[in-house]
């Protein structure tokens, strides 16, 4: 069962004095299918940052549509766009967006407090969660004084609390030192076989060779997908290697 569906997007950007076009997006189609675990990668400027706000309904598409379980964003109205986000969407950021004035525990409880939740009902939610990101140590301190794993994994559980149908993740490794990366993309390989559907955009090569497809952008297009199949993380990693250099070359991948 597909649980987002993109057809046809595209994205135009005219300049601030309408002199000049720019096709971010021309036609993208793909769908994700309920939990799966698909990369995008793409070279700066391919589109893949312009698809994700797309996806997150913090941009409009020029044309085309993308429906979250069965709903189509487009025809979401302004008022309730920010609790429809909320309430089907996870985020996980490159720099973490925590509230240095909030405890960790009270930054993974604001999505539920903009919902109306109990302390109670937040709670419940919140300590298994915390179990499995092994973070109940720091659910007190402030995010100034925990590193920076220990602040994406807070990010981590601020963004599953909700139950999102998907989680949208924005280059999460991109701040994190090499022990942390593989801490973060182990967790997230974890919450994957639970069910969750995850959605990354990455330049990492390593960050995607964890997932289960590689969607790979070029000139505002989708050129390419490789699909997990018996391969490791380390075959993968080759594959989508290879694959980068016909984009960067300009070749036909295979």
Same mark, same amino acid.
């Given at each position: 069962m597909s649980i987002l569906e993109v057809t046809g997007l595209k994205?135009?950007?005219t300049t601030r004095f309408g002199g000049h076009k720019v096709e971010a997006l021309k036609n993208v189609n793909f769908t994700v299918e309920q939990g799966e675990y698909v990369a995008i990668m793409g070279e700066s400027g391919s589109g893949k940052?312009? %698809? *994700?706000?797309?996806?997150?309904?913090? #941009?409009?598409?020029?044309?085309?549509? &993308?429906?979250?379980?069965?709903?189509d964003l487009s025809?979401?109205?302004?008022?309730?766009?920010?609790?429809?986000?909320?309430?089907?969407?996870?985020f996980v950021f490159q720099e973490f967006n %925590? *509230?240095?004035?909030?405890?960790?525990? #009270?930054?993974?409880?604001?999505?539920? &407090?903009?919902?109306g939740k109990t302390?109670?009902?937040?709670?419940?939610?919140?300590?298994?969660?915390?179990?499995?990101l092994h973070i109940p140590d720091i659910l007190k301190?402030?995010?100034y004084e925990i590193s920076g794993g220990q602040k994406q994994r807070a990010a981590v559980a601020r963004a599953l609390i909700t139950s999102p149908k998907l989680i949208l993740a924005d280059e999460p490794t991109g701040a994190l030192d090499s022990k942390s990366t593989d801490e973060l993309l182990r967790l997230f390989a974890e919450i994957n076989r639970t069910g969750q559907t995850i959605l990354l955009v990455t330049h990492s090569v390593k960050a995607a060779s964890h997932a289960g497809r590689v969607l790979f952008i070029k000139d505002g297009e989708v050129f390419h997908q490789i699909y997990r199949g018996d391969s490791s993380n380390e075959e993968?990693?080759?594959?989508i290697t290879h694959t980068l250099t016909i984009l960067a070359t300009g070749g036909e991948a295979k």
């Amino acid at each position: 069962m597909s649980i987002l569906e993109v057809t046809g997007l595209k994205k135009t950007y005219t300049t601030r004095f309408g002199g000049h076009k720019v096709e971010a997006l021309k036609n993208v189609n793909f769908t994700v299918e309920q939990g799966e675990y698909v990369a995008i990668m793409g070279e700066s400027g391919s589109g893949k940052t312009t %698809l *994700l706000n797309i996806v997150a309904s913090l #941009d409009r598409p020029t044309g085309g549509k &993308v429906c979250l379980d069965g709903s189509d964003l487009s025809s979401i109205k302004e008022s309730a766009i920010a609790a429809f986000r909320r309430d089907n969407l996870g985020f996980v950021f490159q720099e973490f967006n %925590l *509230l240095d004035t909030f405890s960790v525990e #009270d930054n993974i409880f604001l999505p539920l &407090v903009l919902a109306g939740k109990t302390y109670s009902e937040m709670k419940a939610k919140l300590d298994p969660i915390a179990d499995q990101l092994h973070i109940p140590d720091i659910l007190k301190k402030y995010p100034y004084e925990i590193s920076g794993g220990q602040k994406q994994r807070a990010a981590v559980a601020r963004a599953l609390i909700t139950s999102p149908k998907l989680i949208l993740a924005d280059e999460p490794t991109g701040a994190l030192d090499s022990k942390s990366t593989d801490e973060l993309l182990r967790l997230f390989a974890e919450i994957n076989r639970t069910g969750q559907t995850i959605l990354l955009v990455t330049h990492s090569v390593k960050a995607a060779s964890h997932a289960g497809r590689v969607l790979f952008i070029k000139d505002g297009e989708v050129f390419h997908q490789i699909y997990r199949g018996d391969s490791s993380n380390e075959e993968l990693y080759q594959k989508i290697t290879h694959t980068l250099t016909i984009l960067a070359t300009g070749g036909e991948a295979k």
